[in-house]
């Protein structure tokens, strides 16, 4: 069984940049994606991006489109999500999740439900 582990969250001004790291341990996936979601109290959860077993195909939620830089260390087993003039509204909880694949699947899958492996969550506070 992997186990994902998130860190990096804190709080931050608008307009700054914070990266935030996904350690999977355990049982690796033959093939897999790997994802960050967020979510706030009372919301639904809301992909912001994934990237493919090669690192080759990357997605990002339209709310941080341009904002977003997603990518990972398969030998170290490591996820990263780099953000960058965060808003407001980018404050949630922060989660990383594990979605295996066939080793020819290349869409990448913006469905929670799809992904089902997923860390504790670390959380993103932007203040104006």
């Known amino acids: 069984q992997v186990q994902l582990v998130e860190s990096g969250g804190g709080l931050v001004q608008a307009g700054d940049s914070l990266r935030l790291s996904c350690a999977a341990s355990g049982r690796p996936f033959s093939t897999y994606h790997m994802g960050w979601f967020r979510q706030v109290p009372g919301q639904e959860r809301e992909f912001v991006a994934a990237i493919s077993m090669s690192g080759w195909q990357m997605r990002f939620g339209d709310s941080v489109k341009g904002r977003c830089t997603i990518s990972k260390i398969n030998a170290k087993n490591m996820v990263f999500l780099q953000m960058h003039n965060l808003k407001p509204e980018d404050t949630a909880v922060y989660y990383c999740?594990?979605?295996?694949?066939?080793?020819?699947?290349?869409?990448?899958?913006?469905?929670?439900?799809?992904?089902?492996?997923w860390g504790q969550g670390t959380q993103v506070t932007v203040s104006s």
């Open positions: 999740a594990a979605r295996e694949v066939r080793p020819s699947t290349v869409e990448i899958s913006t469905t929670s439900s799809e992904y089902r492996i």
